[in-house]
């Protein structure tokens, strides 16, 4: 298991390992090629439903190992710290924290981008795009044999996307502020993180938080090199899980919460491009070799997943209310949706 799955053996060493804040369960029990792989989820922190929250999520895509790595880095780090540091123990009295930190371990073990059964999960939300979306990367129910399938229609989730459906329902959305991180690679030259929506070119609801969040961001950590966006300025696809556990939250009596789905893009082509070898590999094109550049990556990422978690604790003190949420909606559709009326 250890050879196959280093991400699964690191993820037990750590539970192993953690002091007794951590509380650990297996959600569910993917059977792959006589091998039983759980997905575990943990939390950290105060569980009181009162209180925000931030969930982070890796590992959906079975490929994108690197993404796994990060959030593990985050996580041991953050579980270090807790036996020393009276700020991030006293930030954990005033947050929930939770972490699944490999969706998708039998695809990870297959080394596939979708799970045994042959689902894309982020296609597998029974939610179909509005717009017209690009042929077979927009999600495709042709064959199990290509890619991008979303699964059958009419049948229930893949379990995988089921553990997060439930982590979200339980976990996060109930509660006044929350956010949500999932880590990808292996899209373009850049690192970005997009918000919703990915099924319709259209904004948000709560595009004002969002662009209030990244202006934080931006004057928290002004040297910071992501490009922030909607996912649809990239492309539009069926089936977004985010999406449609972000509407289900809202139509959930979801009025006066906020649930911020995001998700982190980490740019394959700023490894590739270095050392173009790995793009003959299909592990290469998803993640960085060993060494110092899988080192870079590995560090770059911890500020921004630091960030969230202030962010959330904090949210009180800079969500937008009145005339400031209109100012962050004004310049939000003129930044992302060319919309410059009225400026
Ligand atoms: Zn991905």
Redesign the pocket.
Known sequence: MEQRLPELGELNRLIDEAPAGLAVRVAHTVAVDGAALPIHVLTLGNPDPDLPGIGYFAG??GL?RI?TRVLLVFLRGLLNRLKWDPLLQRQLEMLHMVFVPLVNPGGMWRNT?CNPAGVDL?RNAPLDAVERVPFLLGGQRFSPSLAWYRGPADAPMQPESQVLAQVVEQELAPRCFSLALDC????GARDRIWFPYAHTARPFPDLPEVHALKELFELSYPTHNYVIEPQSRQYLAHGDLWDHFYLNARTDGGAGRVFLPLTL?MGSWLWVKKNPRQLFSRQGLFNPRPGHRLHRILRRHLVWLDFLAHAACGWDNWLPRGDARLRHKKLAMAEWYGWHKHL
């Open positions: 959906v895509h994108e993404g981008r982020m990808h690679s292996g899209f893009e």
